[in-house]
């Protein structure tokens, strides 16, 4: 569990409330380091620790980060296992989530 007290990794300090994301949990962080917003995607020890899922989530980091900038694709920063936890570190895109704009259409 986090908090919005502690640094995650030493750097992210946690800004809001969890936010539900397709494997875990997403997170508005403060980068301390470069004074900047991020999102932080947490993954669960379950998800982290099975090999198949593992690869698959930095599968994707490697995809997005291929991709480059791109207005309709938060750009990752990193991906960082945390204290039984997994984390890729993105772009932080303010508005509503894309699961909320395609309620809306």
Known sequence: MVNDK?????????EGP???GGMGVVYR???TRLNCAVALKMVPP???????LRHAL???????????????????YDLEPGDGEVFMVQ????????RDRLSQE
């Open 29 to 31: 962080a403060h980068d």
């Open 6 to 14: 502690e640094l995650i990794a030493g750097r992210y300090r946690i």
């Open 58 to 76: 930095e599968q994707e980091a490697r995809a997005l980060r291929a991709i480059g900038s791109h207005p309709g694709i938060a750009t990752v």
């Open 18 to 20: 969890p936010l539900k």
């Open 46 to 52: 379950e998800v982290a620790q099975n090999p198949e």
């Open 91 to 98: 772009e932080f895109v303010e508005g509503v989530s894309l």
